[in-house]
């Protein structure tokens, strides 16, 4: 006796060497012994050729109409031995019995399973809906085909064409555009942008990043919508005094200006002036809208993305020709022992002098470190006792000067780059840097006497952190230190700022320390922040290569910094030398470039020798 079984979803038959009520012993026509529980048997019969039965029976289903056997099936439920005898016309054969149930077994769509070797044929309409999606999945499988082999060819199909971005940043593997676009890098090893690229769809790696970017944070796009500007009250004072900023040249967004006066009773009046938009708009406006969510300006070589319209900041910029809204802080400094005597703070406008640019006076720095002053700058006067109140303030954080390292300004025009290093602690930088953090300080203690909520950046167990509670910032030295010197391009000051406004004016301020606004603004900051930054770095690196790229350099010096990571003497640019042996940190090598990849990001370099000492490293070309 021979049976015809279902085992783990398969057809199988074997020779029964013992039978019992609920189960088989048989043996398979390759010899294996199986247990068969009797109720998974469909068929049995007698006679051989059990070693190619089911074969058979593939081979004879696959010549039978399924349309046919569909139409001779009616509406109820049949088992497969009653579908053999009516397409058969007689006793069907065990192979003609075997060839019935694989046919049926191998066409879902058309037979529904409703048990061991039982079926109903599939309703007409429900029939018609299956095999218009069969035919749909056919036609796209043909054109996932034709694409992939087009972008083998590095032909980009027109079809593809309105999905390039979505491809390259956001591929949503539902749609077959993808599947056909990851077939193709597959096939050919290349990483989608590299594929892209070989198909002319990518014209300029600058914007193959910057458009990432674009696509993940700005998702409305760029543009700004239609707002009206909002004017400060017209009745603000006028400060009595000629105030100046100090910005680089590229800066639009002047948030803060100096001022410094001598008392009739000799002591120093320090101003520090900072832009106040949170006059003009408080939280809820349409412009406090799209400022909540850009939440910072985000900042990249050649460009800049602001976080308030151009024409907010035109109206509250800190720019020279007249007096313009601002939130001041007015310290009281001794003019021999620099000690601070007293503070207040002022809503008013403030009459700008002069927007001083860092490239026309950097040459006061070599002044100031000689403790001499050039009339010639305006301010220079002013600006030289604010240095010298600074290298107090900063002694009095326990900080000590740090000028060792270089920070790197990246100017672009015309495609082109040119990268400028700038050494850190400079007279001016510090002058500024100094007044800023005092300002954070006040004001941050001052919303915190007035046990008004803020939101503070703090540092302790060398962890930076934002935080609504007052804390310390160890790395500053200072007990509070709350953003506030910034509110045209952060949020977060923007916020302080409408707090700060409340104080001054004896109102109650917007934002409660559990305001689910201010704990949300902070989060989102945090995270947007981050990101922003460090999305300028990704471009810095670019700009980096592009300039060894613009400038041909073929060799450069570096200098180790571990292992095999190397840090360029020229630009901000860190790699790795696989080639590069062991070398003590700080030791300067010199390297050849030996390809620049600006899609992956990466220079390849290979190490030549050490420059043993200054003079080789100094006469060593970049290029």
Known sequence: MNVLYEENGAFKVGTVLTEHEASLQVETPHGKRSKVKAANVLLRFEGGGLQDLLERAEADAAAIDIDFLWECCGEREFGFLDLAREYYGREPSPLEAATILVKLHSAPIYFHRKGKGRYRAAPAETLKAALAGLERKRQQALLIEQWSAALQRFELPDALRPYVRELLYKPDRNRIETKAFEQACAATGLSPAKLMQACGALPSSHDYHFERFVWEHFPRGLDFPPVEVPEPPADLPVADVQ????????????????????????????????????????????????????????????????????????????????????????????????????????????????????????????????????????????????????QVLEAMRGKSETVDRLDYNFYVENDRVRIEARRRGAPLDKLVSESMILTNRLWGKLLDDHDAAAIYRAQGDGKVRMTTIASPHEGLGVTHYAWSSSPLRRYVDLINQWQLLAVVRGTTPPFTRRSEELIAALRDFELTYAAYDSFQRHMEQYWCLRWLLQEEVKVARAEVLRENLVRFADVPLYTRVPSLPELPPGTAVMLEIEDVDLIDMQVRCLYKKPLQDQAEDQQTPAA
């Open 243 to 390: 105030a100046f900023s100090l910005d680089d040249v590229t800066t639009t967004e002047i948030d803060d200006a100096l001022s410094l006066v001598t008392l009739p009773d000799g002591r120093k009046r320090v101003g520090i002036h900072i832009a106040a938009p949170g006059l003009g708009f408080g939280p809820g406006s349409p412009v406090d809208a799209i400022a909540r969510e850009r939440l910072s300006t985000a900042y990249l070589p050649g460009r800049k993305l602001t976080m308030l319209p151009p024409q907010v900041v035109e109206r509250y910029t800190l720019v020279e020709g007249g007096p313009r809204p601002a939130l001041s802080l007015y310290v009281d400094v001794d003019p021999h022992t620099f000690a601070i005597l007293g503070t207040e703070t002022r809503i008013e406008q403030v009459p700008i002098a002069v927007n001083l640019r860092l490239h026309e006076v950097d040459r006061l720095n070599e002044h100031f470190l000689a403790g001499e002053v050039d009339d010639s700058v305006p301010f220079a006067a002013e600006l030289y006792w604010l240095y010298r109140f600074a």
